[in-house]
């Protein structure tokens, strides 16, 4: 469960890597000196990149800088799902994005992914169009392709960043390292009551010491981010026709008026509405 360096290795004939990864039962954090496009089809999953972690809806579009920590996004997912990665050297053109104007604008998208980027909106489906018509190409035409890619990324105001300062390995190695074990135990254990003093004993740290690192960290409390986890679940199964009632339970909260608050106030509304409003649109 501890971080792990993804050793990348460019597709034959080409300067960078295009594939479709399915790890869901596998706990991938990782990091690479590679940049990574990430596009995503799911119900609903997290996303944690460097100190960034939140849940996502139906899609996800992330452009993810050089070592910078990450999760696997399709980690836990129990619905089908789709996922494309693009994986490439910061120096795949050579010094073409430095000496070439034109290029200007994707150099300065290339500089900010350090933060992590997310991308919403008509960008999301656009690129994630474009993503899914590369693999029908020749190694030429998908290189044309992923640089008018990084061109709409650049020019689109669809953008999010995620974290606030350079998270990258470099930097972050040893705060990194015990992020494993402390997700290995709150999935586990989320459906039940996951113990604060547990899970601080298992990397080594008092409960007080665990707590301020793991706000530091996530910017959130042990509490919340537990939460949050549950909720995330919780979406999925609303969304497989489960009960209010079932889902609450399931997913250990031990009170429906509580399970409904928490929901509402991360999601902006409540579980007897979310589950009517995404069941209607799939159906349509």
């Not at 399915?22 to 990149?49: C, D, Q």
């Not at 050297?89 to 050579?94: I, Q």
């Not at 190695?173 to 004993?201: F, Q, W």
């Not at 489960?242 to 997913?251: A, I």
Request: glycine share 4%.
């Amino acid at each position: 469960m501890k971080i792990q360096k993804e050793i990348v290795l460019p597709d034959p004939g080409q300067s960078f890597r295009l594939f479709t990864p399915s790890l869901k039962n596998y706990f991938f954090w990782h990091y690479h000196p590679e940049y990574e496009l990430v596009y995503v089809e799911a119900t609903t999953g997290i996303r944690h990149v460097g100190q960034h972690i939140s849940s996502f809806m139906e899609s996800d579009l992330v452009l993810i800088g050089p070592n910078i920590p990450h999760l696997n996004f399709d980690y836990g997912l129990q619905t089908e799902y789709k996922q494309i990665v693009v994986q490439l050297k910061d120096n795949f053109m050579g010094d073409a994005f430095k000496q070439t104007p034109e290029f200007d604008s994707i150099q300065s998208l290339f500089d900010k992914a350090y933060l992590g980027l997310s991308f919403s909106g008509s960008t999301k489906q656009t690129v994630a169009g474009k993503l899914k018509f590369m693999k029908g190409l020749n190694n030429f035409e998908q290189l044309l392709c992923l640089l008018e890619i990084f061109q709409l990324l650049a020019n689109s105001n669809e953008v999010k960043e995620l974290n606030e300062q350079d998270t990258s390995i470099k930097l972050f190695l040893n705060d990194k390292i015990r992020m494993g074990s402390i997700y290995k135990y709150i999935h586990a254990n989320y459906n039940e009551t996951p113990d604060v003093n547990k899970v601080a004993a298992n990397v080594h740290l008092s409960t007080a010491a665990f707590c301020r690192y793991f706000k530091k960290q996530t910017r959130m409390t042990f509490t919340d981010f537990v939460n949050q986890y549950r909720i995330t679940q919780a979406k999925t199964l609303l969304l497989q026709d489960k009960t209010v009632s079932e889902v609450c339970y399931e997913t250990g909260f031990d009170s429906l008026s509580y399970f409904n608050k928490v929901f509402k106030s991360m999601t902006g509304v409540n579980p007897s509405a979310f589950k009517k409003q995404h069941l209607n649109f799939k159906e349509i």
